[in-house]
Structures are given as structure tokens and as C-alpha cells.
């Protein structure tokens, strides 16, 4: 008798946790418990995705050639200053719990942003990192296990790019066409060699919003808003719940300033176009 009771207890506190887990989960994602609020439940097969011509400010497109075969530069942290151009950067994914509500909020503004991925998530969650080339985003090599590079050998180095590499192509059928060093550090000959030896420009970033230690949505919105200028990349992570949510306020404020997003590799084929 005690033992039946016992269980009807344990079984109605499960049911409890699920139910606070799940509000939590909605509570979340602001953009999607609002594209679904008031929303009758109906049967599977008949949910629909929300819609993306919503009341959302959207970026042109800029038209920019990604081609950048003419570059000279082995490293970059921005495109010219002359422009609006800026690029977004996301770094250390992909995150299955992030990342697809991330791209949900790039699509909705019509933003296309550049990935620099880690090469065990990749094979961790390739259907994410398919969808995020399918829905028109760059894909960028951050290194398969994250190391700081400066103390690696060489051999170790191309261990590192080419098993992202390798991992890229097989989810995705595209090659990454640059890369970022973990941490940022990369030997000056490190940079060079890997541009010999595959093409990589290494990219930097010259926004840094530090969000990685986690102060709040709102300023990493503020940091990256105030950092921004002609031609600035703006780096964020999308491991952390926090960075993704400063992403509406960061993408709709730069777009009111007049700012157009577009890909790295579009930033580095304009220094190239204007011989930087
Ligand atoms: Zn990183």
C-alpha cells in the first residue's frame, strides 16, 4: 500500500518537472513564443513554421561578389571603413539548443552571417551546420578540439583545419574558405603558411562584447551596438543562450543606423576590389 502511494507521488512529481521544463523552454525564444502564442494545438503534420515577411525590419541584399581570389591579405579584423558593410561572426558551434533559434532570428531579418564552427560539433550536429549553408550563411574552420595554436606544432595545426575541413564537406558539400584561430592566437608565420597552404585568410574580429563571460542580454546588445562601425566584424558566441539573445535588439538597432550585413568572405573581396 505504501509502495502504490509512493509511486503515484513520484509519478505526479515527474509530471510536474516536465511540465515547469517545458515552460521554461518556451519561455526562451521571445520571437518564437509570440509567433505561436494564442495558437490552438492541432495535430502533427499540420504545424507551421512562422512566418518570415513578419513585422521584422529586414536587411537588403547586398549583391557583393564573394569571390575573393584577388586578396592579399593573410589576416583581417575588418573590411574597409569606408562602407556600411559589417559582418556578424559566430563562433564554437554549432549548439543544437542556439544555434537553430539563431538562424530562425537571422531569417526572419533576411541577415547572412559567417560560422566559424568547431570541428567535433560538426560531426556532433551536422543537420545543423547543412541548414545554415542551406539558408544561405558562410561557414568558416575554428579548429576541430578549440587548442590555442601558438602551441601546436605545425603538423598538429593541419591536423586541426583539416579534420574540420573534411567535417564541413561531408555535412554540408561546401568548403570553408577562411578561418579563426581559438582565442584569437595565430604566429604571424602560422597565418602565412596556412594562407599557402589553404587559402585561409585568418580572420579576427575588431567588436568584441566579451560575452563569453556572460553579462546579460542587454549589454552584449549595448557593447556590440556601440563597437560597430564601417566595416566592422563583430564577433559573438553561439553556445551561450545570453549572446543569442542580444541578437534582435543588436540586428534591428544596426539596421536602423543604416548598417548592411553581409558574409566575411563579401568583406574580404571588397578590400580586395579596392586593393587593401
Ligand atoms: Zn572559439
Not at 63 to 75: A, C, E, I, K
Not at 80 to 92: C, G, V
Not at 212 to 233: C, M
Request: aromatic share 8%; hydrophobic share 35%.
Amino acid at each position: 500500500m505504501m509502495k502504490l502511494r509512493f509511486l503515484q507521488i513520484a509519478k505526479i512529481l515527474a509530471v510536474l518537472t516536465l511540465a515547469v521544463g517545458l515552460s521554461s523552454c518556451a519561455s526562451k525564444d521571445k520571437e518564437g513564443a509570440d509567433a505561436t502564442s494564442g495558437v490552438k494545438l492541432t495535430p502533427n503534420g499540420s504545424y507551421r513554421t512562422a512566418s518570415t515577411s513578419g513585422p521584422y525590419l529586414r536587411n537588403k541584399d547586398s549583391g557583393l561578389p564573394y569571390d575573393f581570389s584577388g586578396n592579399q591579405s593573410v589576416s583581417i579584423s575588418s573590411g574597409p571603413r569606408s562602407q556600411k558593410y559589417i559582418a556578424l561572426t559566430f563562433d564554437d558551434g554549432p549548439n543544437p539548443q542556439h544555434t537553430p533559434r539563431l538562424l530562425d532570428m537571422l531569417k526572419r531579418r533576411n541577415v547572412k552571417a559567417t560560422f566559424y564552427v568547431v570541428g567535433r560539433n560538426v560531426a556532433a550536429h551536422p543537420n545543423i551546420v547543412r541548414r545554415t549553408v542551406a539558408e544561405g550563411h558562410e561557414i568558416g574552420n575554428h579548429t576541430w578540439t578549440h587548442r590555442n595554436l601558438k602551441t601546436l606544432s605545425d603538423e598538429m595545426v593541419s591536423w586541426e583545419l583539416d579534420k574540420t575541413r573534411d567535417a564541413i564537406i561531408s555535412a554540408t558539400g561546401v568548403q570553408p574558405r577562411t578561418m579563426r584561430p581559438p582565442y584569437g592566437a595565430m604566429y604571424q608565420n602560422q597565418r602565412e603558411w596556412v594562407y599557402r597552404k589553404y587559402g585561409y585568410p585568418t580572420v579576427l574580429w575588431d567588436v568584441d562584447p566579451l560575452d563569453w563571460k556572460k553579462p546579460g542580454p542587454s549589454v552584449v546588445a549595448q557593447r556590440l551596438i556601440s563597437g560597430t562601425k564601417n566595416g566592422s566584424i563583430l564577433l559573438v558566441h553561439d553556445l551561450h543562450g545570453q549572446s543569442v539573445d542580444a541578437i534582435p535588439q543588436t540586428i534591428d538597432t544596426l539596421l536602423r543606423q543604416g548598417y548592411q550585413f553581409v558574409t566575411v568572405s563579401q568583406l574580404v573581396a571588397l578590400r580586395a576590389a579596392q586593393g587593401m
